[in-house]
């Protein structure tokens, strides 16, 4: 079997429509939230979007990663 090499091109891209997703799925929750008198949904809405907030910084920090590695043509790999 042929080994497919590592196409990281698209890489940026594909952390950014990540990230985008990920806000509006915190802004939905948001909605929820607000609108919700159920304690254990609003719990665990909040419990959710605890860890997007925590998957987003990871998210921006691998796209400042990608972005420089773009820019500097993908050097040693």
């Known amino acids: 079997m ?5 196409d990281r091109r698209n890489n940026v891209d594909r952390i ?7 806000i509006r799925n915190m802004e939905l ?12 949904t ?3 809405l909040l419990e ?6 925590e998957a987003l910084n990871s ?5 400042r990663d990608e972005a420089l590695d773009k820019e500097h ?3 040693d790999y």
């Open 2 to 6: 042929k080994h497919n090499p590592d």
């Open 16 to 22: 950014q429509h990540n990230i985008n997703h990920t």
């Open 29 to 40: 929750a948001e909605e929820m939230i607000e609108k919700t008198s159920d304690e254990k």
């Open 42 to 44: 609003r719990k665990e």
């Open 48 to 53: 959710k979007n605890r860890r997007r907030r």
């Open 59 to 63: 998210m921006r920090s691998e796209i």
């Open 73 to 75: 043509g993908y050097e």
